[in-house]
């Protein structure tokens, strides 16, 4: 078994020269350790190294680096990660999108298809715990990058990838995306009007879902490594995402052969649970038991349909959906949100507004949740974040670094955690493997 602190030149065959070799000795002399975390943050200490873009991988990683992991993201040369330019809106040179999920990370810009390049990752890689990557299955394996590559140099290294499809069968050379899973896996065909066509979710919920997938995946690979001493690979795709995320529906067709369809807002096996237009907006509402469904009544003024015999039951509505949904539509249009909000206080049924983005942000319980945090930026000023959505007792789950500018850190991770001399990262420069 290799030793995780062999010298990196013995696996790449890569010789330095004598004036090199002092040159890093020299340099490891004054290595600044970085504490952006503490050690009262969960993954204090633990080291990921990020080669994602796009959406999943950045996700998953972002959430580590929330919880105190030291986020490495490694970018291409010059562009970087692909969500960098999906804009506008842009902030400064950078998308609100990249800004979204890379907060937390230092950037370093690599040229992995270079023999220097990946010398550099292999360096990183023996100090870290976690790799995450969403290369197409194989590609990294090019570069002398892959599982199996790795494991030699470093056995206890964790070794996340993320696919469209998996990293095997007929699929599994198909470049991957949200919108093309959602469609393959079922979400699309259940999503929209009833009797209309298929829509997409507002926002990326297979990309969002297989991000965290992996990330409670390599929590449990850092659990069981405390025991075994080994790290392992863990194979993450968003097709499969998609289908274990069908729950309630894929358990209705495999258990009772029920085709899924479109609701629009309404649910398959609750009424009422939907939408309703009011005269200013749209409230959604849930009486998702007889007791919930005879307060809702009661609170709209309408009790007599809680006492009519094809109301009974949940059943018995799901029954008599079409009638009972226009009765209680007419009811809820003749007053606004606000005027419903202040009836139903208290109430025990569920129930809310469709909000715009402006109104999600003024409500009172996300801003008491504080689900705005700010953040300054070294070129864009001041930046508004979504924060991290759970809170914890007695660690630290919090917004720390701003999201990186291209190659923020490349010179830094070079010199401080590799102990390059600024001559070799200059001749690395001159020659395009790194920026």
């Known amino acids: 078994m290799a030793s995780r602190n062999m010298d990196i030149n013995q696996i790449s ?39 994602t873009r796009v959406l999943a991988g950045p996700y998953c990683t972002q959430i580590m680096g929330d919880l105190g992991a030291d986020i490495l993201k490694v970018e291409r040369l010059k562009v970087g990660d692909d969500t ?7 902030v ?44 197409l299955p194989g590609k990294l394996e090019e570069y002398g990058l892959g599982y199996e590559d790795l494991k030699k140099i470093n056995p206890q290294l964790i070794y996340c990838s993320i696919t469209g499809y998996g990293s095997s069968g007929p699929y599994a050379s198909r470049p991957g995306y949200d919108v093309i899973a959602s469609s393959m896996g079922g979400l699309m065909y259940v999503t929209g009007p009833e009797d209309g066509a298929p829509c997409k979710t507002g926002v990326a919920l297979t990309d969002l879902a297989t991000g ?3 990330h409670g995946a390599i929590m449990a690979a850092l659990f069981q490594r405390q025991t075994t001493g080994c790290g392992q690979r863990i194979s993450a795709n968003l097709l499969s995402t998609q289908v274990a995320c069908l729950v309630n529906l894929g358990s209705n067709y495999l258990m009772a052969g029920q085709e899924g369809k479109r609701w629009g807002t309404a649910h398959e096996s609750i009424v009422p649970y939907q939408a309703f237009a009011t005269s200013d907006g749209y409230m959604t509402i849930g009486g998702t038991n007889d007791r919930q469904f005879r307060e809702l009544c009661s609170k709209i003024n309408r009790s007599e349909l809680s006492s009519d015999p ?38 025990h049924f569920s129930y809310g507004p469709i909000n715009s983005l402006s109104e999600v942000f003024a409500d009172p319980q996300v801003q008491h949740n504080e689900m ?64």
């Open 84 to 90: 960098r330019s999906w804009g506008p809106p842009f």
């Open 92 to 135: 400064g040179n950078t998308s609100c999108y990249f800004i979204s999920i890379n907060r937390n990370k230092k950037s370093i810009c690599i040229d992995l298809k270079s023999h220097d390049g990946m010398k550099i990752i292999h360096e990183l890689a023996m100090q870290s715990d976690v790799l995450v990557e969403n290369y």
């Open 13 to 51: 065959g890569q010789t330095e020269t004598s004036t090199e070799k002092q040159e890093r000795k020299l340099s490891r002399k004054v290595i600044t350790v970085f504490r952006y975390s503490s050690s009262a943050d969960a993954l204090s200490g633990v080291k990921v190294l990020d080669l």
């Open 212 to 214: 965290l997938y992996a």
């Open 310 to 347: 094809k109301y009974l039951t949940n059943a018995l509505r799901v029954e008599n959906r079409k009638e009972l949904v226009e009765e209680l539509g007419q009811t809820l249009s003749t007053k606004t949100n606000a005027e419903w909000l202040e009836l139903f206080c208290g109430a």
């Open 372 to 435: 705005v945090q700010e953040i300054d930026h070294p070129s864009a000023g001041t930046l508004k974040l979504v924060g991290p959505p759970v809170k914890f007792s007695g660690t630290g789950n919090r917004i720390r670094l701003p999201p990186p500018e291209l190659g923020q850190h490349t010179e830094s991770v070079l010199r401080e955690r590799l102990g390059y001399s600024l001559s070799q990262i200059q001749r690395l420069r001159d020659i395009g493997v790194v920026n």
